[in-house]
């Protein structure tokens, strides 16, 4: 008996919870075509029907005089961390409508910048080395 792809919802039976491969399907799980591989479907959830590939949240972009985060939806949570001094520099909640979020960072070094807006986006890490 060869392995049957297979996903699974969240409660929601929105956004895709996880998947893999079985010889008998899971509980709650549900067959993909032959074929298929789960991990397509890593960073999608259910419109009408269908799977789309959920928006990302945004990530940096360099400005004059710093970086930007364009069009943050409210509620996006942005954690900076400092990779060569192991401290978070900043936590911040956006609030509002959606809007440019402009940050600067204090020195040289090496940053991840954490951004995840609310659902239905996927969070991103960027590391930005400064010079």
Known sequence: MSAIPFLR???TGVYVEGG??????????FALAEGMKPSQFNQHYVVSGTFVLR???????EI???WRLPACPPGTQVIIHDRIGKETLAEVVTDGSAADFDFSLPDAGSYEIEVASLLPHVPTKTIL???
Do not use: K, Q
């Not at 893999?20 to 799980?29: D, K, M, R």
């Not at 928006?55 to 972009?61: F, L, R, T």
């Open 9 to 11: 919802l969240d409660d």
């Open 20 to 29: 893999g491969y079985a010889s008998v399907l899971p509980e709650g799980a």
């Open 55 to 61: 928006p990302s949240s945004p990530v940096p972009v």
């Open 64 to 66: 004059l005089g710093g």
């Open 129 to 131: 080395e400064v010079s």
